[in-house]
T-cell receptor, first 113, second 114 residues
Framework: DQQVKQNSPSLSVQEGRISILNCDYT??????FLWYKKYPAEGPTFLIS?????DKNEDGRFTVFLNKSAKHLSLHIVPSQPGDSAVYFC????????????FGTGTRLQVTL | IAGITQAPTSQILAAGRRMTLRCTQD?????MYWYRQDLGLGLRLIHY???????GKGEVPDGYSVSRANTDDFPLTLASAVPSQTSVYFC?????????????FGPGTRLTVL
């Protein structure tokens, strides 16, 4: 049972435009969400996170939105740059139980010139 | 540079052989983790350790064992490798075992079992 889902395996966006990556979860006990970015032949690196007490968190060009009622989060990258081309994983956890991170399957973002 | 190192970078292994993947961190993090990444399946937790001397099973622990004799090292052992264990393996660490702590990942080990 995939508790964290990223239904789009890939996404192509033009440089300068907005990239929107989506993530859905089924476990209502999840209260902390993270996005990781992964380049080929490297380990994932932390990008941005959001607690369930917020509905938005912004860090430079990256903004994560959380819709708890829909069990949906999204990562917005504005403006997209060629260096943003990577695989993006969303992850979730239940901090109350110190649960481990559950990752989605990833979305490959390609930013074209 | 502080972080996580993994060895080897890649390995081709005959089925039935024993293999230990090494992981060392120098951030003095309490918690460490082993994941495998497979196409279409994302990152799946194999084993974890909340602190030195303790270990726990993740989502896909069968065929793997771990030990945590000290804070810095967290080796993953395949006692008798099978082709389904062909994957990219990532070690990670976090300051504590809490779900809200950021995990930092190593560069990965690409393992092929023939």
């Amino acid at each position: 049972d995939q508790q964290v889902k990223q239904n789009s395996p890939s996404l192509s966006v033009q440089e300068g435009r907005i990239s929107i990556l989506n993530c859905d979860y089924t476990n209502s006990m999840f209260d902390y969400f993270l996005w990781y970015k992964k380049y080929p032949a490297e380990g994932p690196t932390f990008l941005i996170s959001i607690s369930s007490i917020k509905d938005k968190n912004e860090d430079g060009r990256f903004t994560v939105f959380l819709n708890k009622s829909a069990k949906h989060l999204s990562l917005h990258i504005v403006p997209s740059q060629p260096g943003d081309s990577a695989v993006y994983f969303c992850a979730a956890s239940n901090t109350g139980t110190a649960s481990k991170l559950t990752f989605g399957t990833g979305t490959r973002l390609q930013v074209t010139l | 540079i502080a972080g996580i190192t993994q060895a080897p970078t890649s390995q081709i292994l005959a089925a039935g052989r024993r293999m230990t993947l090494r992981c060392t961190q120098d951030m003095r993090h309490n918690a460490m983790y082993w994941y495998r990444q497979d196409l279409g399946l994302g990152l799946r937790l194999i084993h974890y350790s909340n602190t030195a001397g303790t270990t726990g099973k993740g989502e896909v622990p069968d065929g793997y064992s771990v030990s945590r004799a000290n804070t810095d090292d967290f080796p993953l052992t395949l006692a008798s490798a099978v082709p389904s264990q062909t994957s990219v393996y990532f070690c990670a660490s976090s300051e504590s075992a809490g779900g809200g702590d950021t995990q930092y990942f190593g560069p990965g080990t690409r393992l092929t079992v023939l």
